[in-house]
């Protein structure tokens, strides 16, 4: 099984909203509701922001969401800080397996 | 609070085993998760390795079974990656992570450790 796939870069403005696409398969993101979200600040461990597609952890703004249509899953987020600006993986149930996409770095212009 | 600490050597010569240990702390290996390797070529995205249940249950990615064994010690609270083999490809930084959502919710990362495959 391949990698989900990702567009390696993104960018906003801040306040602006911006939505990160994750393509995958019958087999995978469009088999199981089961696609989560990560973030990745350069030198970190990921951090987990979206989990079963739409469900934010405690701790995580609700300017992050989720959602997923057919076999492809989609993260956005809200009014853009800069903070926010980092890498963003998605990863989805596979069965017997478990895969992530190729990341997209996200840009605050 | 849950916290995971991997360990083990920085540098694996081609050919040989790469051996990583996970300790975990705040939570019991014999709790309801399931505990993952994922690694991370320098640059590059993410990949899962496997995962281990305290049952001894394990799956594994399908490019990587036939090198890989994750097991646990339930007395030691550590889980295990042995990656047999190795070459240049598998220069990664290594985690070790908690499933919290068991179907692939990673809520709980450990620092990573950084191998180095070379002679």
């Known amino acids: 099984q391949s990698a989900l796939t990702q567009p390696p870069s993104a960018s906003g403005s801040p306040g602006q909203s911006i939505t990160i696409s994750c393509t995958g398969t019958?087999?995978?993101?469009?088999?199981?509701?089961?696609v989560s979200w990560y973030q990745q600040h350069p030198g970190k461990a990921p951090k987990l922001i979206i989990y079963?597609?739409?469900k934010r952890p405690s701790g995580v703004p609700d300017r992050f969401s989720g959602s997923k249509s057919a076999n492809t899953a989609s993260l956005t987020v809200s009014g853009l800080q800069a903070e926010d600006e980092a890498d963003y993986y998605c990863?989805?149930?596979?069965?017997?397996?478990?895969?992530f996409g190729g990341g997209t770095k996200l840009t605050v212009l | 609070q849950v916290q995971l600490q991997e360990s083990g050597p920085g540098l694996v010569k081609p050919s040989e085993t790469l051996s990583l240990t996970c300790a975990v702390s705040?939570?019991?290996?014999?709790?309801?998760?399931?505990w993952s390797w994922v690694r991370q070529p320098p640059g590059k995205g993410l990949e899962w390795i496997g995962e281990?249940?305290?049952?001894?249950?394990?799956k594994y990615t399908p490019s990587l079974q036939s090198r890989v064994t994750i097991s646990v010690d339930k007395s030691k609270n550590q889980v295990f990656l042995n990656l047999n083999s190795v070459t240049a490809a598998d220069t990664a930084v290594y985690y070790c992570?908690?499933?919290?959502?068991?179907?692939?919710?990673?809520?709980?990362w450990g620092q990573g450790t950084m191998v180095t495959v070379s002679s």
């Open positions: 992570v908690r499933d919290g959502y068991h179907y692939g919710g990673f809520d709980i």
């Open positions: 705040g939570d019991s290996i014999s709790s309801y998760y399931w």
């Open positions: 281990i249940y305290h049952s001894g249950s394990t």
């Open positions: 019958s087999s995978d993101v469009g088999g199981y509701n089961y």
């Open positions: 079963e597609v739409s």
């Open positions: 990863s989805s149930y596979a069965g017997n397996n478990k895969l």
